[in-house]
């Protein structure tokens, strides 16, 4: 894992001081700055200007927002794993704290092993969603083919210009279907009339004019009629 960028927000220098000797001292985790906030505005502010891979955070901070509700504030802007250190042992408080993105809970007064320990199942759990969110990227760009600001998702047959999905008809995204499932080949006539209408009657010049309709929409794909034949979708 690369160096990580923690937040510690507490409210008490000593316990500010000792948690940084603590992490420092630790070989389980690399360690590129540590940041630190004794109340939610602070935290917010260096959460905004830095970016942080975890925050310890004291329940009990000066102001008059608590620790629960800065980490809460601080998943909105995103979802970073937050390690609680408090006094606090009552279920209530736990409970709470389960509705942040809770990865661990130290309580006070806590000991080098336990932060250890604490970290070492964070880095677990980091890893862990790290692979989850890379293996659903890998299924998604296999389903999904781009071109230029074009995405087109072969399993629910959508297509999205500029990530906002398009307003085409039932027929364009049929003939939609067969381009992106068959670029840079030559699709005649008979297969389009096969595969998107369904009718071996159908004239050419009916298909002329829906790929034409649909080549007004999508402007940004190269659809290029082959003369007597049928169409292409270019790519690259």
């Known amino acids: 894992m690369n160096p990580m960028n923690i937040l510690i927000v507490e409210d008490q220098f000593i316990a500010i001081k000792y948690l940084e000797d603590i992490l420092i001292s630790r070989n389980s985790v690399s360690i590129e ?74 309580t006070k007064p806590f000991k080098p092993s336990d932060v250890e320990a604490n970290l070492l199942i964070t880095l677990k759990m980091i890893e862990n969603t790290s692979r989850k969110s890379s293996s659903i990227s890998r299924r998604k760009n296999k389903n999904s083919i781009k071109i230029n600001n074009y995405h087109y998702n072969l399993q629910n047959k ?25 670029m840079n080949q030559n699709l005649s006539y008979d297969m389009l009339r096969e595969k998107v209408w369904n009718r071996n009657e159908l004239s050419d010049s009916t298909i002329r004019d829906a790929v034409s309709r649909l080549k007004k929409k999508v402007d940004g794909l190269v659809i290029e009629n082959i003369p007597r034949f049928g169409y292409i979708l270019k790519k690259g």
């Open 158 to 182: 959508t297509l999205l210009k500029d990530n906002q999905v398009m307003d085409i008809t039932n027929k364009e995204i049929l003939l939609i279907d067969v381009f992106f499932n068959n």
């Open 33 to 106: 700055n540590i940041y630190t906030a004794t109340n939610s505005t602070d935290a917010l502010e260096l959460f905004k200007e830095h970016h942080i891979d975890l925050v310890f955070m004291d329940i009990n901070i000066d102001g008059s927002t608590d620790g629960i509700t800065c980490a809460k504030l601080l998943n909105k802007q995103k979802q970073t794993p937050i390690i609680f250190t408090t006094a606090y042992k009552d279920s209530n408080t736990i409970k709470e704290a389960n509705e942040t993105n809770l990865y661990g809970y130290l």
